[in-house]
């Protein structure tokens, strides 16, 4: 049977099943947002449906982590597109007052 693991110099922690760099949020995101077929899933990342399901039922008994984490890299996500558009105005104010 598979195992979920962690380890901070793969895959900066997150869990991932084991002897492989296929984090459970990977999985997740495919099978479960993207309604991805779980066979094919499987077969593109070369792991055995039971390892599929290992990871999946490791997201569900850790849902609410997974949650905020997510939620975290979002609000992180937006805040870098705040902070690209912000210098990408500033940029071209300056442009045009050079010009």
Sequence with gaps: MSTIVQDDDIRSGSPR???????VLDL????????????IVAGEYDISMAELFTALAY?????????EQEQEYETARLEGER???AELANKARSTEQAE
Aim: proline share 3%; net charge negative.
């Design 28 to 39: 997740k995101r495919r099978i479960i947002d993207q309604e991805e077929d779980p066979h």
């Design 59 to 67: 997201y569900y008994d850790h849902r609410d982590e997974f949650v």
């Design 83 to 85: 902070q690209i558009q």
């Design 17 to 23: 099943i084991a002897g492989t760099r296929i984090t």
